[in-house]
Protein backbone atom coordinates (compact mmCIF):
# COMPACT_ATOMS: atom_id res chain seq x y z
CA UNK A 1 0.00 0.00 0.00
CA UNK A 2 2.85 2.43 0.73
CA UNK A 3 4.28 1.69 -2.66
CA UNK A 4 0.77 2.72 -4.11
CA UNK A 5 0.90 5.78 -1.90
CA UNK A 6 4.23 7.11 -3.14
CA UNK A 7 2.93 6.72 -6.60
CA UNK A 8 -0.10 8.64 -5.91
CA UNK A 9 2.36 11.34 -4.00
CA UNK A 10 4.33 11.96 -7.05
CA UNK A 11 0.93 12.37 -9.18
CA UNK A 12 -0.53 14.93 -6.61
CA UNK A 13 2.93 16.57 -6.83
CA UNK A 14 2.83 16.46 -10.98
CA UNK A 15 -0.63 18.37 -10.72
CA UNK A 16 0.53 20.71 -7.76
CA UNK A 17 3.41 21.35 -9.99
CA UNK A 18 1.70 22.01 -13.02
CA UNK A 19 -1.44 24.13 -11.60
CA UNK A 20 0.84 26.45 -8.91
CA UNK A 21 2.79 27.33 -12.07
CA UNK A 22 0.61 28.13 -14.37
CA UNK A 23 -1.70 30.28 -11.18
CA UNK A 24 1.50 31.74 -10.29
CA UNK A 25 2.53 32.96 -13.69
CA UNK A 26 -0.78 34.55 -14.53
CA UNK A 27 -0.23 35.97 -11.39
CA UNK A 28 2.69 37.51 -11.97
CA UNK A 29 2.10 38.26 -15.32
CA UNK A 30 -1.26 40.47 -14.39
CA UNK A 31 1.04 42.36 -11.37
CA UNK A 32 3.95 42.91 -13.55
CA UNK A 33 4.62 42.29 -17.47
CA UNK A 34 2.20 40.18 -19.51
CA UNK A 35 4.88 39.58 -22.77
CA UNK A 36 6.38 36.58 -23.72
CA UNK A 37 9.90 37.70 -22.05
CA UNK A 38 8.16 37.76 -18.85
CA UNK A 39 6.88 34.26 -18.90
CA UNK A 40 10.65 33.23 -20.16
CA UNK A 41 11.85 35.39 -17.01
CA UNK A 42 9.42 33.19 -14.56
CA UNK A 43 10.36 29.60 -15.82
CA UNK A 44 13.62 30.28 -16.27
CA UNK A 45 13.27 31.39 -12.13
CA UNK A 46 10.63 28.02 -11.67
CA UNK A 47 13.46 25.83 -13.33
CA UNK A 48 16.44 27.65 -11.40
CA UNK A 49 15.00 27.15 -8.14
CA UNK A 50 13.34 23.69 -8.95
CA UNK A 51 17.11 22.50 -9.43
CA UNK A 52 18.27 24.16 -6.50
CA UNK A 53 15.62 21.99 -4.85
CA UNK A 54 16.13 18.85 -6.37
CA UNK A 55 19.96 19.12 -5.30
CA UNK A 56 19.64 18.52 -1.89
CA UNK A 57 19.73 14.56 -2.56
CA UNK A 58 22.89 14.03 -0.99
CA UNK A 59 21.33 14.78 2.20
CA UNK A 60 18.48 12.69 1.80
CA UNK A 61 20.47 9.65 0.81
CA UNK A 62 21.58 9.50 4.29
CA UNK A 63 18.39 10.92 6.25
CA UNK A 64 16.64 7.45 7.61
CA UNK A 65 13.24 9.79 7.83
CA UNK A 66 12.66 10.44 4.23
CA UNK A 67 8.61 9.26 4.68
CA UNK A 68 8.56 12.15 7.11
CA UNK A 69 10.24 14.57 4.79
CA UNK A 70 7.66 13.77 2.13
CA UNK A 71 5.06 14.12 4.32
CA UNK A 72 6.55 17.66 5.35
CA UNK A 73 6.72 18.92 1.54
CA UNK A 74 3.07 18.19 0.79
CA UNK A 75 1.68 20.03 4.19
CA UNK A 76 4.39 22.96 3.43
CA UNK A 77 3.35 23.26 -0.16
CA UNK A 78 -0.05 23.57 0.63
CA UNK A 79 0.23 26.11 2.68
CA UNK A 80 2.47 28.29 0.69
CA UNK A 81 0.27 28.23 -2.19
CA UNK A 82 -2.14 30.29 -1.31
CA UNK A 83 0.40 32.29 0.39
CA UNK A 84 2.42 33.39 -2.58
CA UNK A 85 -1.03 34.18 -4.40
CA UNK A 86 -1.14 37.29 -1.88
CA UNK A 87 2.67 37.74 -1.43
CA UNK A 88 2.56 38.73 -5.41
CA UNK A 89 -0.71 40.90 -5.01
CA UNK A 90 0.99 42.47 -2.23
CA UNK A 91 4.01 43.23 -3.62
CA UNK A 92 2.29 45.45 -6.88
CA UNK A 93 1.28 47.74 -4.32
CA UNK A 94 4.63 48.79 -2.51
CA UNK A 95 6.40 48.87 -6.34
CA UNK A 96 3.42 51.28 -7.50
CA UNK A 97 1.59 54.60 -6.40
CA UNK A 98 -0.07 55.42 -9.95
CA UNK A 99 -3.20 54.20 -10.98
CA UNK A 100 -2.95 51.95 -13.68
CA UNK A 101 1.00 52.69 -13.76
CA UNK A 102 3.28 49.06 -14.58
CA UNK A 103 5.91 49.00 -11.93
CA UNK A 104 9.36 49.28 -13.21
CA UNK A 105 11.06 46.57 -15.42
CA UNK A 106 14.57 45.96 -12.93
CA UNK A 107 12.67 45.53 -9.78
CA UNK A 108 9.58 43.34 -11.15
CA UNK A 109 12.62 40.93 -12.39
CA UNK A 110 13.79 41.11 -9.09
CA UNK A 111 10.69 40.59 -7.06
CA UNK A 112 9.12 37.38 -9.83
CA UNK A 113 12.23 35.73 -9.91
CA UNK A 114 12.52 35.67 -5.41
CA UNK A 115 9.22 35.29 -4.60
CA UNK A 116 8.47 32.01 -5.86
CA UNK A 117 11.56 30.57 -4.56
CA UNK A 118 10.16 28.83 -1.85
CA UNK A 119 7.75 26.76 -3.22
CA UNK A 120 9.85 25.42 -6.17
CA UNK A 121 12.75 24.64 -4.04
CA UNK A 122 9.97 22.49 -2.20
CA UNK A 123 8.49 21.29 -5.08
CA UNK A 124 12.18 20.10 -5.97
CA UNK A 125 13.19 18.64 -2.71
CA UNK A 126 9.95 16.78 -2.58
CA UNK A 127 10.78 15.10 -6.15
CA UNK A 128 14.27 13.56 -4.67
CA UNK A 129 12.94 12.51 -1.37
CA UNK A 130 9.73 10.50 -2.81
CA UNK A 131 12.66 9.12 -5.35
CA UNK A 132 14.96 8.49 -2.46
CA UNK A 133 12.40 6.48 -0.46
CA UNK A 134 11.13 4.52 -3.26
CA UNK A 135 14.00 3.00 -3.47
CA UNK A 136 12.66 0.57 -0.14
CA UNK A 137 9.89 -0.62 -2.35
CA UNK A 138 11.89 -1.70 -5.69
CA UNK A 139 13.72 -5.36 -6.37
CA UNK A 140 17.55 -4.99 -6.59
CA UNK A 141 17.27 -5.41 -10.10
CA UNK A 142 14.60 -2.92 -10.74
CA UNK A 143 16.54 -0.01 -8.72
CA UNK A 144 18.57 1.31 -12.05
CA UNK A 145 15.23 2.38 -13.55
CA UNK A 146 14.13 3.99 -10.28
CA UNK A 147 14.05 7.44 -11.60
CA UNK A 148 12.41 6.85 -14.63
CA UNK A 149 9.41 5.43 -12.28
CA UNK A 150 9.46 8.50 -10.50
CA UNK A 151 9.88 10.46 -13.45
CA UNK A 152 6.47 8.48 -14.97
CA UNK A 153 4.36 9.43 -12.12
CA UNK A 154 4.79 12.72 -11.76
CA UNK A 155 4.65 13.27 -15.79
CA UNK A 156 1.48 11.41 -15.82
CA UNK A 157 0.51 14.34 -12.62
CA UNK A 158 1.32 16.95 -15.06
CA UNK A 159 -0.75 15.79 -18.16
CA UNK A 160 -3.80 15.28 -15.37
CA UNK A 161 -3.05 18.95 -13.61
CA UNK A 162 -3.32 20.54 -17.90
CA UNK A 163 -6.17 18.54 -18.26
CA UNK A 164 -8.25 19.69 -14.68
CA UNK A 165 -6.56 23.31 -15.20
CA UNK A 166 -8.00 23.69 -18.92
CA UNK A 167 -11.62 22.08 -18.79
CA UNK A 168 -12.26 22.98 -15.32
CA UNK A 169 -9.79 25.30 -13.04
CA UNK A 170 -9.12 27.87 -15.73
CA UNK A 171 -12.13 29.86 -14.67
CA UNK A 172 -12.14 29.57 -10.74
CA UNK A 173 -10.53 31.84 -8.82
CA UNK A 174 -7.07 31.84 -7.46
CA UNK A 175 -8.44 30.76 -3.83
CA UNK A 176 -10.61 28.08 -4.88
CA UNK A 177 -7.97 26.43 -6.79
CA UNK A 178 -5.93 26.75 -3.95
CA UNK A 179 -8.66 25.25 -1.86
CA UNK A 180 -8.50 21.91 -4.04
CA UNK A 181 -5.01 21.93 -4.17
CA UNK A 182 -4.59 21.91 0.11
CA UNK A 183 -7.20 18.92 -0.78
CA UNK A 184 -5.20 17.01 -2.64
CA UNK A 185 -1.65 17.12 -0.76
CA UNK A 186 -3.86 16.27 2.29
CA UNK A 187 -4.84 13.19 0.75
CA UNK A 188 -1.40 12.18 0.12
CA UNK A 189 -0.69 12.64 3.65
CA UNK A 190 -3.83 11.32 5.70
CA UNK A 191 -2.29 7.97 3.13
CA UNK A 192 0.78 7.72 4.50
CA UNK A 193 -0.41 8.16 7.93
CA UNK A 194 -2.98 5.36 7.88
CA UNK A 195 -1.01 2.91 5.58
CA UNK A 196 2.53 3.54 6.96
CA UNK A 197 4.08 2.29 9.50
CA UNK A 198 7.70 4.52 8.68
CA UNK A 199 5.74 7.34 9.90
CA UNK A 200 6.97 8.97 12.87
CA UNK A 201 5.53 11.37 15.27
CA UNK A 202 1.91 10.54 13.95
CA UNK A 203 0.09 13.38 16.88
CA UNK A 204 2.52 16.34 15.54
CA UNK A 205 1.53 15.40 12.59
CA UNK A 206 -2.54 15.30 13.02
CA UNK A 207 -2.36 18.71 14.19
CA UNK A 208 -0.34 20.12 11.12
CA UNK A 209 -3.00 18.38 9.04
CA UNK A 210 -6.23 19.78 11.66
CA UNK A 211 -4.79 23.05 11.07
CA UNK A 212 -4.06 22.83 7.07
CA UNK A 213 -7.70 21.00 6.49
CA UNK A 214 -8.84 24.68 8.04
CA UNK A 215 -7.31 26.56 5.98
CA UNK A 216 -7.95 24.81 2.98
CA UNK A 217 -12.01 25.16 4.24
CA UNK A 218 -11.35 28.87 4.38
CA UNK A 219 -9.99 29.01 1.14
CA UNK A 220 -13.37 27.39 0.09
CA UNK A 221 -16.00 28.75 1.88
CA UNK A 222 -14.16 32.69 1.46
CA UNK A 223 -12.75 32.52 -2.01
CA UNK A 224 -14.50 35.62 -3.32
CA UNK A 225 -14.22 37.62 -0.15
CA UNK A 226 -9.96 36.62 -0.10
CA UNK A 227 -10.20 37.19 -3.63
CA UNK A 228 -11.46 40.45 -3.94
CA UNK A 229 -9.59 41.52 -0.97
CA UNK A 230 -6.43 40.34 -2.58
CA UNK A 231 -6.91 41.47 -5.74
CA UNK A 232 -7.40 44.86 -4.99
CA UNK A 233 -3.80 45.52 -3.79
CA UNK A 234 -3.00 45.44 -7.75
CA UNK A 235 -5.16 48.84 -7.96
CA UNK A 236 -3.56 50.65 -5.82
CA UNK A 237 -5.36 54.66 -5.45
CA UNK A 238 -8.68 52.77 -7.18
CA UNK A 239 -11.49 50.62 -5.80
CA UNK A 240 -11.52 47.37 -7.07
CA UNK A 241 -15.39 46.55 -7.77
CA UNK A 242 -14.92 43.04 -9.39
CA UNK A 243 -12.45 40.95 -10.59
CA UNK A 244 -12.70 37.22 -12.52
CA UNK A 245 -10.87 34.88 -14.73
CA UNK A 246 -11.50 33.94 -18.15
CA UNK A 247 -10.27 31.46 -20.55
CA UNK A 248 -8.12 34.41 -22.28
CA UNK A 249 -6.58 35.87 -18.33
CA UNK A 250 -8.36 37.87 -15.64
CA UNK A 251 -10.79 40.66 -15.67
CA UNK A 252 -11.05 43.34 -13.74
CA UNK A 253 -13.40 46.69 -12.91
CA UNK A 254 -12.13 49.34 -10.82
CA UNK A 255 -13.64 52.75 -9.78
CA UNK A 256 -11.67 55.94 -9.05
CA UNK A 257 -14.06 59.10 -8.89
CA UNK A 258 -17.35 58.27 -10.77
CA UNK A 259 -15.43 56.51 -13.50
CA UNK A 260 -15.21 52.70 -14.25
CA UNK A 261 -11.81 51.71 -15.28
CA UNK A 262 -11.74 48.35 -17.13
CA UNK A 263 -8.49 45.97 -16.91
CA UNK A 264 -7.59 43.01 -18.83
CA UNK A 265 -4.35 40.87 -17.40
CA UNK A 266 -3.08 43.96 -15.14
CA UNK A 267 -3.59 45.62 -18.62
CA UNK A 268 -5.85 48.52 -19.09
CA UNK A 269 -8.83 48.03 -21.92
CA UNK A 270 -10.64 51.72 -21.69
CA UNK A 271 -12.67 53.46 -19.21
CA UNK A 272 -16.15 54.36 -19.27
CA UNK A 273 -15.48 58.00 -19.73
CA UNK A 274 -12.87 58.22 -23.08
CA UNK A 275 -15.59 60.22 -25.18
CA UNK A 276 -12.07 61.95 -26.36
CA UNK A 277 -10.56 59.16 -27.19
CA UNK A 278 -13.66 57.53 -29.06
CA UNK A 279 -14.22 60.04 -30.94
CA UNK A 280 -10.47 60.41 -32.41
CA UNK A 281 -10.63 56.74 -32.77
CA UNK A 282 -14.11 56.22 -34.94
CA UNK A 283 -14.14 59.65 -37.31
CA UNK A 284 -11.22 60.37 -38.68
CA UNK A 285 -11.29 56.87 -40.70
CA UNK A 286 -15.33 56.94 -40.81
CA UNK A 287 -14.73 60.49 -42.72
CA UNK A 288 -12.09 59.02 -44.49
CA UNK A 289 -14.50 56.64 -46.50
CA UNK A 290 -17.18 58.16 -48.98
CA UNK A 291 -20.15 55.83 -47.32
CA UNK A 292 -19.20 53.71 -44.16
CA UNK A 293 -22.43 50.71 -44.62
CA UNK A 294 -20.28 48.03 -43.24
CA UNK A 295 -17.53 48.01 -40.00
CA UNK A 296 -15.38 45.85 -38.60
CA UNK A 297 -14.59 47.27 -35.28
CA UNK A 298 -11.80 44.98 -33.48
CA UNK A 299 -10.57 45.42 -29.48
CA UNK A 300 -12.36 47.64 -27.12
CA UNK A 301 -15.28 49.18 -27.99
CA UNK A 302 -18.15 48.75 -25.37
CA UNK A 303 -16.98 52.16 -23.64
CA UNK A 304 -18.30 54.50 -26.72
CA UNK A 305 -16.53 53.20 -29.99
CA UNK A 306 -19.53 51.53 -31.06
CA UNK A 307 -21.93 54.62 -30.06
CA UNK A 308 -19.73 56.65 -32.54
CA UNK A 309 -19.56 54.58 -35.42
CA UNK A 310 -23.59 53.99 -34.98
CA UNK A 311 -24.13 57.95 -35.61
CA UNK A 312 -22.74 57.63 -39.06
CA UNK A 313 -25.74 54.88 -39.50
CA UNK A 314 -24.04 52.20 -41.03
CA UNK A 315 -25.62 49.09 -41.56
CA UNK A 316 -23.44 46.29 -40.14
CA UNK A 317 -21.50 46.32 -37.02
CA UNK A 318 -18.83 43.41 -36.70
CA UNK A 319 -17.50 43.74 -33.22
CA UNK A 320 -14.69 41.55 -31.94
CA UNK A 321 -13.38 42.29 -28.47
CA UNK A 322 -10.15 40.59 -27.67
CA UNK A 323 -12.39 38.74 -24.89
CA UNK A 324 -15.49 38.91 -25.13
CA UNK A 325 -16.72 37.51 -21.23
CA UNK A 326 -14.89 41.53 -20.71
CA UNK A 327 -17.92 42.56 -23.05
CA UNK A 328 -20.23 40.60 -20.74
CA UNK A 329 -19.33 42.23 -17.47
CA UNK A 330 -18.77 45.69 -18.61
CA UNK A 331 -22.20 45.31 -19.59
CA UNK A 332 -23.05 45.75 -16.12
CA UNK A 333 -21.12 49.15 -14.94
CA UNK A 334 -21.70 51.14 -18.43
CA UNK A 335 -24.10 53.94 -18.58
CA UNK A 336 -27.28 52.88 -20.63
CA UNK A 337 -26.31 55.28 -23.35
CA UNK A 338 -23.47 53.06 -24.16
CA UNK A 339 -25.23 50.10 -23.47
CA UNK A 340 -27.54 50.93 -26.20
CA UNK A 341 -24.47 50.66 -28.55
CA UNK A 342 -24.26 46.80 -27.25
CA UNK A 343 -27.67 46.00 -27.83
CA UNK A 344 -28.33 47.65 -31.13
CA UNK A 345 -29.70 45.30 -33.97
CA UNK A 346 -27.31 46.28 -36.41
CA UNK A 347 -23.88 45.74 -33.98
CA UNK A 348 -23.20 41.71 -34.88
CA UNK A 349 -20.66 40.50 -31.42
CA UNK A 350 -18.18 37.75 -32.23
CA UNK A 351 -17.80 35.91 -29.07
CA UNK A 352 -14.59 34.55 -29.49
CA UNK A 353 -11.02 35.15 -30.45
CA UNK A 354 -11.27 36.83 -34.07
CA UNK A 355 -8.54 35.21 -35.78
CA UNK A 356 -10.40 31.84 -35.97
CA UNK A 357 -13.44 33.20 -37.71
CA UNK A 358 -11.72 35.95 -39.98
CA UNK A 359 -12.63 32.89 -43.10
CA UNK A 360 -15.96 33.34 -42.54
CA UNK A 361 -16.23 37.18 -42.20
CA UNK A 362 -17.34 39.28 -44.93
CA UNK A 363 -15.03 40.04 -47.40
CA UNK A 364 -16.99 43.64 -48.47
CA UNK A 365 -15.67 46.19 -45.36
CA UNK A 366 -15.61 49.99 -45.32
CA UNK A 367 -14.21 50.10 -43.02
CA UNK A 368 -12.04 48.59 -40.25
CA UNK A 369 -10.73 49.89 -36.85
CA UNK A 370 -8.28 47.74 -34.83
CA UNK A 371 -8.52 49.41 -30.67
CA UNK A 372 -6.51 47.26 -28.92
CA UNK A 373 -3.69 48.56 -26.60
CA UNK A 374 0.14 48.58 -27.58
CA UNK A 375 1.31 44.78 -28.99
CA UNK A 376 3.01 43.91 -25.75
CA UNK A 377 1.42 40.52 -24.66
CA UNK A 378 1.60 37.46 -26.44
CA UNK A 379 -2.62 37.55 -26.48
CA UNK A 380 -2.51 41.03 -28.28
CA UNK A 381 0.39 40.51 -30.20
CA UNK A 382 -1.00 38.49 -33.12
CA UNK A 383 -3.22 41.71 -34.29
CA UNK A 384 -0.23 43.34 -35.12
CA UNK A 385 1.82 41.21 -37.43
CA UNK A 386 2.50 40.89 -40.96
CA UNK A 387 0.13 38.11 -41.35
CA UNK A 388 -2.78 39.49 -39.78
CA UNK A 389 -2.96 43.15 -42.12
CA UNK A 390 -2.90 40.88 -45.22
CA UNK A 391 -5.67 38.77 -43.61
CA UNK A 392 -7.83 41.95 -42.85
CA UNK A 393 -6.69 43.31 -46.43
CA UNK A 394 -8.65 40.48 -47.91
CA UNK A 395 -12.21 41.39 -46.03
CA UNK A 396 -11.41 45.44 -47.16
CA UNK A 397 -13.28 46.55 -50.45
CA UNK A 398 -10.58 48.35 -52.74
CA UNK A 399 -11.51 51.95 -51.38
CA UNK A 400 -11.94 50.59 -48.08
CA UNK A 401 -10.21 52.08 -44.99
CA UNK A 402 -7.99 50.48 -41.91
CA UNK A 403 -6.96 51.99 -39.26
CA UNK A 404 -5.38 50.96 -35.88
CA UNK A 405 -3.32 53.27 -33.32
CA UNK A 406 -0.28 53.65 -31.03
CA UNK A 407 0.61 55.41 -27.61
CA UNK A 408 3.96 56.89 -28.03
CA UNK A 409 5.75 57.92 -24.96
CA UNK A 410 4.75 61.78 -26.50
CA UNK A 411 1.30 60.84 -24.97
CA UNK A 412 2.69 59.97 -21.30
CA UNK A 413 3.26 62.15 -18.66
CA UNK A 414 6.97 61.81 -17.50
CA UNK A 415 8.49 63.46 -14.38
Known amino acids: MTSFMLSLSLIILGITSLVSQVVLTRELMISFYGNEFFIGWILFGWLLWVGIGSAFRRFFKK ?51 FIIAPLCILLGAQFTVASVYFKKFQQHNEKDNLVGRAYFWEALGFVLGGLIFSFYLVALNEFQISAILILLNLIAVVGFLFFSKDLERRKNLFIFIVGLFFLGFVCLWRSQQLNTLTAALRFPNEQLVETKNSIYGNLAV ?28 VHFPMLSHVNPQKVLLVGTGFNGALREILKYNPQQIFYAAIDPALVDLAGKYISPSLRQGLEDRRVIIIKGDLRHFLNELPTDFDVVIINLPNPSTALINRYFTDDFFKKMRLHLKSDGVLSTHLAFSADTVSV
Open 63 to 113: CSCSLSLLVICHLLIAFLIPLEITLIRVSKSFLTVTAGQIPDFIPSLIVSL
Open 254 to 281: TRTGNQYNFYQSGLPSGADKDDILNEHL
